[in-house]
Every structure is written in C-alpha cells, then in structure tokens.
C-alpha cells in the first residue's frame, strides 16, 4: 500500500528533514521551527547527513534521479528507526512523498535502490509517511495547547494566511481530505486556526491562499512569476491584511524577492510584509522581534511589528 495512503505507525519523536532552504535564506523559519517546538513541548529528530531533495528542475534531467534523491532522506529516516519524516517546506514535502508514490512501482523502486546503494545510503520501500510541519504541529498540539502557550498575543494584528499551491496538492501525494491529519485539501484552516490561536485577527476572505507562488517561474518566465507573486499581496491588501503568514520558504523567498518588480509594476500601495507563521508564534510566546528573527525578512515585518508596540 503507498505510503500516502496512510499515516502509518506515529513515533513519539519522528524524524525532521530541514532541506537546503532552511540552512539557507530560511534559516530564520528553522530557528522560530525550533522556538515554537520547544515551547509547545514537541521534538523532531534531525536526519543527519541529509541531501537536498531536488524539488526545483531535477525531474526536468533525469526522473530517476529526482525520485532517488527525496528517497535517500526517506531512507536515512527509516535507518533511524522512524516511520514519520517531518519537513517544513512544501516542496520538500511534495518531493518526498513523491517519492514515496513512485517507489512503489517495481521496477522504479530497483532502479532507485540501485543509485541509492551506489551511493552508499540504505535501500528504500517507501514505508515511511511525509508531513508538513504545520500538520505536525496543529495535530500533536493543536490551537488550545498553541493557545496557551501564548505570553503576547498577537492583538491588533490582521494577517493574510498563505499555504501555497502544494500544502495540499497533488492529493494523491499529500493525501489531504482522506488521510488522517491533514488538512481540507479545498478550503485549508490549520494555519488559520493557529493564528488566532495567538491572538491574531485572519483577513475574512483571502481567495490567494492556495495559489502557485510563480516560484516554478521564476527562471523561465519571470514576467509570469512577478504576476503571481503580486496577486497575492494585492489580494492580501484588498482584503485589508497587515502582513502575510506563509509555511513555505520557497513561496517566502519567491514573494520576497520580487518585492521591487511588484511594487514597480503594480505600486507601492499593494506591498504588504511577509512573514514565516513560525516567526509570528513565536512572537506570541514571548520571543523578541530579534529572537523571532523578523529582520532577516526582506520584506522587513519587523518595522510593521515594532510600530504597533511589539518589542
């Protein structure tokens, strides 16, 4: 049976796959990660000598190697002795349970197992199950735990919840709507329940909260990247956010850095800070705006945040 048609067996501290983009200009998402997990009583195991996934264009070169790569970190988690891999980037997430899809063809799973042992990693069977942080967090904790655990609600503040276009989708990978502890794979809520759990206040109607970030765009096609990406942040404005909560540090990342194109397209008026959803929990248990890393944005939510009071 594929892996994403079930959770499986749940470990008590199941194994975290950070990806490349955490140890790099998402750093800040895997210190506030580490924060909000601490402060909620939650541990991940780190897998150690972990390669990047290859969610961007490796599937474009070669598709064995695009399912041999996420498979490899699935295999170290199983080494580990962990039924669960926990990540938190949504392509991280689609390439892992990817992977998980197409190992279990035969010939695909001996032909990936033949690199794998090559390489000197484990051979994989696609036993292990994928979920997003967010999953993790709004399944083991959930909005009355988060809710207390709050020292400085997030009050006053109106946020625009982002998941991007793979949270959920393709379902056949995610499993979402049909397997045990995900989310509504139409209409998502953990992240804006989370929200409000710390005091925030969730724009009434965003209708970008699951569109693509054109981040796939972004080398191809950069005009269509740039559209995406000021879709969302105009409809963030129209529905009268303050800033933008995402989960993902490719969508972050994607927004953020064609912040200049946006506003010279599109105007000033439509910008609006971005920030992980991480960063704002923390914020609500007491972290600084430094500790919360909010400086590291370019999109720089910390001005935003230190002028209504938070310090």
């Known amino acids: 049976m ?15 796959y950070p990806g490349c983009s955490l140890d790099g200009l998402g750093k800040a998402y895997e210190v506030t ?28 070169l070669s598709e064995d190697v695009s399912v041999a ?17 926990v990540a938190a980037c949504n392509g991280c997430v689609y390439s892992l349970a990817r992977a998980n899809d197409a190992v279990q063809g035969p010939a695909t799973r001996d032909r990936v197992n033949a690199m794998l042992t090559q390489g000197g990693a484990p051979a994989y069977d ?40 793979l949270y959920t989708r393709p379902k056949r990978y995610t499993g979402a709507g049909k397997t045990p502890g995900t989310d509504d794979p139409e209409h998502p809520h953990f992240l804006d329940e989370l929200l409000v759990a710390c005091g925030a206040k969730i724009v009434p109607e965003f209708s970008a909260k ?6 796939g765009h972004a080398l191809s096609d ?8 000021a879709s969302i942040l105009n ?34 008026e439509v910008i609006r800070p971005v920030a992980y959803f991480t960063q704002l929990m923390s914020l609500a248990f007491g972290a600084s705006v430094r500790e919360a890393r909010l400086a590291d944005n370019f999109s720089r939510p910390d001005s935003l945040l230190r002028a209504r009071g938070f310090p």
């Open 2 to 16: 594929s892996a994403s048609a079930g959770r499986g067996p749940s470990d008590p501290v199941p194994a975290y």
């Open 126 to 165: 696609g036993s292990a199950s994928v979920q997003h942080v967010l999953e993790f967090i709004y399944q083991r904790a959930g909005p009355d735990r988060v809710r207390a655990a709050v020292r400085r609600p997030l009050a006053g503040l109106t946020v625009a919840p982002y998941y991007g276009c």
């Open 33 to 60: 990660c580490q924060q909000v997990l601490d402060r909620l009583g939650l541990s991940l195991d780190r897998i150690v000598d972990y390669n990047c996934c290859g969610a961007t264009e490796v599937k474009n």
């Open 222 to 229: 950069l005009e269509v990247s740039v559209a995406f990406s």
């Open 235 to 268: 409809e963030a404005t129209r529905a009268g956010a303050d800033l933008v909560a995402t989960i993902c540090p490719l969508g972050q990342i994607n927004i953020e850095n064609h912040l200049d194109r946006v506003r010279a397209a599109y105007g000033p």
């Open 69 to 85: 790569l996420p498979a490899r970190n699935l295999a170290l988690a199983r080494s580990m002795d962990r039924h669960q891999v």
């Open 210 to 215: 699951t569109i693509c970030c054109g981040g």
